[in-house]
């Protein structure tokens, strides 16, 4: 039975700056009070731009930051501040995919050797570590006889896929896909994204799926989240929100997205954003986005919106959420 998870109200904060002779140093606020939930099984895509919090939440829900407030449930069970042993349990249950496979993989340990850390490490399949090792690279289309060679040997995207192997290695329910095909060539990505796919059928995970691609999360996602600085803006089953944007920010995100006809292309109409994104340590009263916004009036610089339902599942934050036939 696949894994749901469940994040409320989380909030992650860095503090950067000063701190000597008294001074009160600066806070980022990179997540702020975000609430979302993964039905077992499914992908949740949550798109935005750099800097808006995406990979902060994901680190969060992985566990490999703690977090300064809200809950992050697995199938009902708070892992929150778990510690210890059961947080070397936990990281059986939930796996991290970074962006970059090169930096995540040890340029000086063969691919054998970084496959079986995991197992030896979490006790698994004790004395049959060479065949263990052997599957998983089978498993994400690589060669088993290319085990005892090193990263620098592989392409980049055979190393995103040695990246999945070394996340499959400990039987994880829920994986956190941070920017994992953004470093690759796009006809490299297709692949990466199948595999996905195909794994998450075969073996029912959960994805958090994070990226500022939309188009490649619109392959992968049943439901789609869009942060903008720190807060979730939106959220919805995919071809809703993707056919039916009821927020400016992500209708300006979808109108970004070029169209393979040319035609097409030059008569449709281009949202584009004015203005600087503000600074997370000093972000705008009211809502976030107002700053950019061509709907902004005075309630949404004195009023934080709620993520409010829309029908269909469709969660908008906006005062002025657009009308739609």
């Known amino acids: 039975m696949s894994t749901s998870l469940t994040v409320q109200n989380l909030v992650k904060e860095y503090k950067v700056g000063g701190g000597l002779f008294g001074r009160t140093r600066d806070v980022v606020q990179a997540v702020s009070d975000v609430s979302l939930s993964i039905d077992g099984g499914q992908t949740f895509g949550l798109v935005g731009e750099s800097g808006c919090g995406k990979s902060s939440l994901g680190r969060s829900v992985a566990r ?11 199938d009902g069970d708070d892992i929150t501040g778990v510690e210890g042993g059961r947080l070397r349990a936990l990281r059986r249950r939930v796996q991290f995919v970074f962006q970059d496979p090169y930096a995540s993989l040890n340029p000086r340990k063969s691919v054998r050797a970084t496959l079986t850390e995991p197992l030896v490490i979490h006790g698994l399949h004790r004395g ?9 690279l089978a498993q994400v289309g690589l060669n088993p006889a290319h085990a005892d060679r090193f990263p620098h040997e592989f392409s980049g995207g055979q190393r995103q896929r040695l990246g999945i192997a070394r996340a499959l290695a400990v039987e994880p329910e829920v994986i956190v896909l941070d920017e994992p095909v953004s470093a690759l060539d796009v006809s490299v990505q297709a692949g990466v994204l199948n595999l996905l796919d195909d794994l998450q059928r075969d073996l029912g995970l959960t994805y958090l799926f994070i990226a500022h691609d939309l188009s490649v999360v619109r392959h992968l996602s049943d439901r789609v989240g869009v942060m903008y600085l720190g807060k979730l803006v939106e959220e919805g089953p995919v071809d ?5 944007p009821r927020h400016p920010y992500t209708q300006a995100l979808l109108s970004a997205i070029p169209v393979p006809d040319p035609r097409a292309e030059r008569a449709r109409e281009r949202i584009v954003l004015t203005g600087d994104v ?3 340590v000093s972000p705008p009263s009211g809502c976030r986005f107002r700053t950019r916004c061509w709907r902004a009036t005075e309630i949404c610089a004195e009023v934080v919106p709620e993520l409010e339902d829309h029908g269909g599942a469709h969660r908008v934050a906006c005062h002025h959420p657009v009308e739609l036939d």
Do not use: A, M, T
């Open 278 to 280: 503000p600074s997370p």
């Open 240 to 244: 809703e929100l993707y056919e039916r």
């Open 64 to 74: 490999l930051q703690s977090s300064d407030g809200g809950s992050i449930r697995l």
């Open 128 to 136: 049959n570590h060479e065949r263990r090792v052997e599957e998983l």
